[in-house]
């Protein structure tokens, strides 16, 4: 779970400080730089699993830039760009790890800091262009920092998610006195023993990214839960395939939004989820999924009030993009960080609330203790729409906003005042709730709830005014 992300010198994001809850939504205009966070995510969950230059090549692709330079993801200035990025995450782990053998084990502390400082280096000569390591580290964070700097929770939600003490690092970098070169330390997690050393200026790789046994549980379960960090890109293609009988027995849904009628047929809980569905579409009777054993394959099919049938190929791309996350949801194993872009896409405004209301329970409660029925899952989302920003509460809410430096424009990322990202960013000038006046309607109405909505603070403030 992801508490805490700084990213310095990574496309539109010259210095940023982000702390995220359990769901969050970043919202702002077009042009602003939301998608840009996300980015810095997967290149992070990326950089934990492929060659650095692989993970850097996936951002600059998704940007739709097929051939061009890896350079495009370091910020830039006019007429030069920066050389260096540093990307830094605060996150939880689970308490038990498995690594590639089936072996099982703990890490030693469940609150961790992730590190990495990259560095673009061309050879003009040859035309080739590198990304090096230059700094990388794993560290702990003590319990009593961690709590203090988290999102409001209750302590049955701590004491499931606490857990362990050290006193040293996982993974740190020095300089080679004799070569004036960084060496990254690959430490124990009993912090007893010699340090495996490796030149960083060699590395084709982050060191985190060749852990896979259980000898290093610490760090084994920072890498798994970095590779748990979803982006979600539905695609209607995927989303209607049924699946053949070759599907593991132990699939969920992908990123993609395929393997969703295996998924359910897995779970046998067609019923909570044709429920959920229900919010969006009124006429849902149930789901079912029809095994053919002719054709070995396994299709998800939607009946409605009037028994007729439907398969997944014959509905609308809002109604799959929802009954996806709905399976999801209903999935005790879908844990981890997942993004969505704009999840409005393809719902009609009148049922905005049903989609922002199945995000929201999708996420962790934490004022609940950690179980099968509140797995450890975290969402966030980003949205330029001004019915979903008036559907959440103030809490979740962190606006980005453009500013202009050193002739060029860079993303900022605000919070609302009396919240409680104020308290942990108290040098950071909270955003102004006029801001939103902009493009939020506040005339539409708001969900009622023990938080304050951001339309009801928006007509209070107006009220002031009449």
């Known amino acids: ?16 400080t982000v702390h995220f ?15 840009n966070l996300f980015d810095a995510i997967v290149f992070l969950r990326d950089l934990a699993d492929i060659p650095i230059i692989a993970a850097a090549n996936r951002i600059r692709d998704r940007d739709g830039k097929k051939s061009g330079s890896v350079a495009s993801i370091f910020t830039r200035f006019r007429g030069a760009s920066a050389d260096t990025m540093e990307l830094e995450a605060e996150f939880l782990v689970p308490n038990t790890v498995v690594d590639d053998f089936g072996r099982q084990g703990a890490p030693r502390v469940t609150h961790l800091r992730y590190r990495i400082v990259l560095k673009y280096v061309l050879d003009e000569q040859f035309g080739s262009e590198r990304i090096v390591l230059m700094d990388e ?56 023993g010699r340090p495996e050393r490796i030149p960083a200026l060699g590395m084709e790789r982050t060191a985190l990214s060749g852990i896979n046994t259980i000898d290093r549980p610490t760090a084994l379960a920072a ?40 998924t359910l047929k897995n779970l046998g809980r067609d019923a909570e989820v044709a429920n959920r569905l229900s919010e969006l579409i009124p006429d849902v009777a149930e789901l079912s999924v029809e095994v053919d054993d002719k054709r070995e394959l396994k299709t998800l099919f939607l009946t409605n009030r009037d028994r007729i049938k439907y398969p997944a190929k014959a509905l609308s791309d809002g109604t799959l993009r ?8 209903a999935d005790p194993q879908a844990g981890g960080l997942i993004c969505l872009e704009e999840p409005e896409n393809g719902i009609h405004p009148s049922r905005v609330r049903a989609m ?19 797995p450890l899952r975290q969402v966030v989302i980003n949205t330029h729409s001004p019915l979903v920003v008036q559907e959440l509460s103030a809490e979740d809410l962190i606006v980005c906003q453009q500013y202009r430096h050193k002739g060029a424009a860079f993303s900022m990322f605000g919070f609302l005042s ?49």
């Open 1 to 16: 779970m992801l508490t805490k992300l700084r990213v310095k010198g990574f496309k539109s994001l010259e210095d940023i």
């Open 21 to 35: 809850g359990p769901f969050t939504c970043i919202a702002g205009a077009n042009g602003a730089g939301k998608s």
């Open 137 to 192: 580290s794993l560290k702990y964070i003590p319990k009593r920092d961690f709590r203090r700097n988290l999102f409001p929770h209750s302590d049955a939600f701590w004491e499931t998610v606490k857990g362990g003490t050290k006193t040293s690092d996982f993974i740190s970098t020095d300089v080679s006195e004799s070569e004036s070169k960084p060496i990254v330390n690959i430490h124990q997690d009993t912090g007893s």
């Open 223 to 262: 890498r798994r839960e970095m590779r748990s960090w979803s982006l979600l890109q539905l695609e209607p293609s995927a989303l209607r395939q049924p699946d053949d009988f070759s599907t593991p027995a132990d699939i969920h849904v992908a990123p993609s939004g395929a393997h969703m009628p295996a």
């Open 322 to 329: 929802f009954l996806a996350l709905a399976i999801i949801h």
């Open 356 to 374: 922002t209301s199945l995000l929201r329970d999708m996420a962790v409660d934490p004022q609940e203790a950690i179980s099968d029925n509140n």
């Open 418 to 466: 009396k919240t409680w990202r104020t308290a942990l960013q108290s040098e950071q000038p909270a955003t102004s709730l006029s801001t939103l006046l902009a493009y939020l309607n506040t005339d539409e109405a708001s969900p009622q709830g023990s938080l304050p909505t951001v339309g009801m603070l928006l007509r209070e403030q107006l009220d002031l005014f009449h």
